[in-house]
């Protein structure tokens, strides 16, 4: 029986990690978690906020997906959407979901990501 999501992995290229630190961390405000010796050899970062884990793992043919995404959610959507947006992250808010406000954004090696608050 699946109780939960543990994780959701994202790929990211070689060398991504200072750029991808300084985005989850300095930017969506997350925290980095160490990785077991035996995968931080692989390279990549893993971050946490709360209950929500997001691991970026290093793939040497890198392609950002075009659609797949984690859908996060947030509490005060405008306050957290300014975030990224100081930092020049593209941005495209989208009323399609009903009951939700929802964003996405880019991190900085072109992962999408989905921010979304219901009302």
Request: glycine share 10%; with cysteine; hydrophobic share 40%.
């Amino acid at each position: 029986m699946i109780t939960a999501v543990d994780h959701v992995q994202l790929a990211a290229p070689p060398g991504s990690e200072e750029r991808l630190r300084a985005y989850y961390v300095g930017v969506l405000g997350m925290t980095e978690v160490p990785k077991p010796p035996a995968l931080a050899r692989r390279g990549g970062c893993w971050f946490r906020a709360g209950s929500v884990r997001l691991h970026l793992g290093i793939e040497e043919d890198f392609r950002a997906a075009g659609k797949a995404h984690p859908g996060l959610r947030v509490t005060g959507i405008d306050a957290y959407a300014a975030r990224p947006a100081s930092h020049g992250a593209p941005l495209t808010w989208d009323s399609a979901l009903p009951g939700h406000r929802r964003f996405y954004t880019w991190d900085p090696v072109g992962n999408r990501l989905e921010f979304l608050e219901p009302h």
